[in-house]
């Protein structure tokens, strides 16, 4: 009989240990499970360094992490709604619902204006070339003029600054769309012998003195199957330079960036082999405080502004051309305003090597100045843009505009001719006249 209750007693002691114990381990892994978005959540008035990154890793892109821990710090603000345009809210009510996509994903069809596909399904086997067309007629639809911006270029200091090598002065990078118009007569679409989707024109190089006058010009068709007309003009050897398409990832001058890169892709849809990796949350500049750019005053490769969590879509772009300079592009696209806060760039052998940071504002007017032009709607300008080569600890800064020239709007859209935007504009001939 003692037996019996001593057995009895152990066994129940050991019934009510293996019931604490998985009390213990369910209450270990919910804390663990509540745990893990807290780790990934900011709140306004964050700080964010090398000290505390791990915090953000789910937040950002290991591009992001790599120059955080390098020293880039980062204020979070509040995530804030970006609204369409009202033409293009209205063209996209009208218009979409009559678009399709080819078969081979490389074609629109029946566009007009607006986005073409609002209502994506993660499902759809096309998703990812939708997202890259949404992204090809986003917000930005008639020309556009970027004038007076300045950019430098060197190697960076861990938690330091640059070691400027070389410093250049740009007159214009303008675009001129020729459909999906919405404000600037003729519109939807442009008389278009030619089949351009736009035409784009970086020039002439005002500084330094050695690439004085130095220019490229570009047009993009609609169709698919037609490579870019791409040419380099150097005024030191009196000769434009046809480049081709693969070409257009190449750095020029000793900087880091390349044609392909401008905004976060401004490569073809068509010269890509797309993956959609899904959606994530994300933090990027979309409300940035200062216009023009406020460089950090340690860390000076970096734009000191605010960040705010956004909702984007993560696509994979592999280049189809063999003389690509790159393996793979990781694309992160927000889903309210269609544009890039960064993007990762990747060599041929898989390594990390570069990233694009875009520094976005919304607002009506570039400046409270005199005759500074106010927008029925708040535009997106991007007062900065920063390219890291984390293989070679080097990176070129933009300013747009440049800081020396104060009251400059830097940024003028859809005013057509008068601000220069003309066909002639985007001519060989035009590109010449200039550099000399």
Known sequence: MVVVLVHDASTALARERNRLMTLWLALLLALVALARPLRADVVPGDIITDQNVDRVKELVSPGLEWCIRHGWPITIGETRRIEWLKAYKEATEKYSSQVKLSADGLALQSYVAGLPFPNLDPKDPQI????????????????????????????????????????????HLRRLFWNGRLYVDPKPEM????????????????????????????????????????????????????????????????????VDSYGGYAGHIAWMSWKFLGERDL???FHG??????????????????????RVYVIEGI?????????????????????????????????LWKIWINHWGFRRKAL?????????????????????????????????????????????????????????????????SAGH
Request: hydrophobic residues 35%; charged residues 30%; proline residues 4%.
């Open 128 to 171: 990812a070339l939708k997202i890259m067309w949404n992204y090809e007629y986003g917000l930005l639809t008639d020309d556009l003029d970027i004038r007076n911006f300045d950019a430098d270029t060197g190697t960076i200091a861990d938690h330091g600054g640059m070691t400027i090598e070389r410093h250049f002065l740009l007159d």
């Open 191 to 258: 008389d278009n012998p030619n089949g351009y989707r736009r035409q784009e024109g970086l020039y002439p190089v005002l500084e330094p003195y050695d690439l004085k006058g130095v220019g490229g010009l570009s047009n993009r068709y609609i169709d698919a199957s037609k490579q870019d007309d791409s040419w380099l003009y150097l005024p030191s050897l009196r000769r434009v330079r046809r480049l081709s398409a693969a070409q257009r990832s190449d750095a020029l001058f000793g900087q880091d960036t390349d």
């Open 283 to 285: 933090i990027g500049v």
């Open 289 to 310: 405080r200062h216009f023009p750019v406020k460089w950090n005053d340690k860390v000076d490769w970096a734009f000191d502004d605010v960040w705010e969590k956004r």
């Open 319 to 351: 280049s189809k051309l063999p003389q690509y300079a790159y393996g793979k592009r990781t694309i992160f696209i927000d889903k309210e305003s269609w544009l890039v806060p960064y993007s990762d760039i990747y060599d041929r052998s898989g390594e």
């Open 368 to 432: 409270e100045a005199a005759g500074a032009i106010e927008y029925p709607d708040e535009m997106a300008f991007g007062s900065a843009i920063v390219m890291v080569d984390m293989q070679l600890e080097h990176a070129t800064r933009a300013a747009l505009p440049s800081l020396r020239f104060p009251g400059e709007q830097g940024w003028y859209f859809n005013q057509g001719e008068k601000t220069g935007v003309t066909e002639e504009w985007f001519t060989v001939a035009a590109l010449v």
